[in-house]
Every structure is written in C-alpha cells, then in structure tokens.
Nanobody
Framework: QVQLAESGGGSVQAGASLRLSCAAS????????MAWFRQAPGKEREFVAGIPRSGSRATYADSVRGRFTISGNGAFNTVYLQMNALKLEDTANYYC?????????????????WGQGTQVTVSS
C-alpha cells in the first residue's frame, strides 16, 4: 500500500552534515505522519524526528534537537532529514517510517510502515 525507500547515508567525520531522503510511493494520501528512526547494532530502534501532515509541528528526540531538521513536501512523497554537527553517537541505520491516520502531533508508537534503512557512520 505504501512503500518507503531511504537514501543519502554514508560515512562522514564528526561535525559534518548529511542529508537523508525518503521516497514514498503507493497510497501516500493515507499517510498522516512521517518520521525517521534509527537503530545501532545491539540497540533498540529509537525515534529521531517526525512531522504530521496536519500542521508543521515537528517532533525531535532530545539527542538531536537543534542539530537535525525533518521536512517534506506537501504530498508527503518525499521526506528529508538534514543532519548537522554529527556526533559519533549518531552512527546507526536510519529508517524512514509512515503512520496512517490524521495527526496534528507525532506519536512515535503509531508508525507501522518502514523503509529498508540507510547507514550513517560518523567517525572522529
């Protein structure tokens, strides 16, 4: 119904910037919110940032607030994650996610459609 594909990952040095992209296809009109999650080896998946279709109140994890910015076009068929001042602890596989419904705020537990992930590696 909805397919997501991430791109833009890579290996960078600490302090550098990187922009991730998520291409959504299928029934994108059913998407109520988009988000980025990340998962490091041996760790649980964690919420990074999200935006609802209604309004533009983005939500960020405390660890990335002020450094990362999530954005998307009006049709929600392209979503970005601009990552600045990258730190070693940002190293993870980053996943694009979608939630069906109507949202004015982002609720991390509501996301049920996932991309395959794109690897971000930050080194000193």
């Amino acid at each position: 119904q909805v397919q997501l594909a991430e791109s833009g990952g890579g290996s960078v040095q600490a302090g550098a910037s990187l922009r991730l992209s998520c291409a959504a296809s299928g029934r994108t009109s059913s998407i109520g919110a988009m988000a980025w999650f990340r998962q490091a080896p041996g760790k649980e998946r964690e919420f990074v940032a999200g935006i609802p279709r209604s309004g533009s109140r983005a939500t960020y994890a405390d660890s990335v607030r002020g450094r990362f910015t999530i954005s998307g076009n009006g049709a929600f068929n392209t979503v970005y994650l601009q990552m600045n001042a990258l730190k070693l602890e940002d190293t993870a596989n980053y996943y694009c996610a979608a939630a069906r419904g109507s949202f004015t705020v982002v609720v991390p537990g509501t996301f049920n459609t996932w991309g395959q992930g794109t690897q971000v590696t930050v080194s000193s």
